[in-house]
């Protein structure tokens, strides 16, 4: 089984700038894709961005070119540099990671955290 535990959410005005790490840790694990997933008080669970074990990248249209997904694959660390924050930016920030588990005989398993809380005030 693999944890995921994600840091770095807080506070911040408008047009400031956070980051987010989150690492993963288990035994006999291997991941994949790694990303990042938000969701605001009633609005469903979006897209923010993911990466691949290879480095390929992937955001969501509201992110683009203010959020940079990056990754240790030594460290199994995900991260996410979050710039020129909007208020639009406030919500739960969740860490996903695809995981190949020997006790699944290297099948796939997703996985979740629990959440870091980002709020972007006016």
């Known amino acids: 089984q693999v944890q995921l535990v994600e840091s770095g959410g807080g506070l911040v005005q408008a047009g400031g700038s956070l980051r987010l790490s989150c690492a993963a840790s288990?035994?006999?694990?291997?991941?994949?894709?790694m990303g990042w997933y938000r969701q605001a008080p009633e609005k469903q669970r979006e897209l923010v961005a993911t990466?691949?074990?290879?480095?390929?990248?992937n955001y969501g249209d509201s992110v683009k070119g203010r959020f940079t997904i990056s990754r240790d694959n030594a460290k199994n660390t995900v991260y996410l540099q979050m710039n020129s924050l909007k208020p639009e930016d406030t919500a739960v920030y969740y860490c996903?990671?695809?995981?190949?588990?020997?006790?699944?005989?290297?099948?796939?398993?997703?996985?979740w955290g629990q959440g870091t809380r980002v709020t972007v005030s006016s």
């Open positions: 990466v691949t074990s290879g480095g390929s990248t």
């Open positions: 996903n990671a695809n995981a190949r588990l020997k006790v699944l005989s290297w099948g796939t398993e997703n996985c």
């Open positions: 288990g035994s006999d694990f291997a991941i994949t894709a």
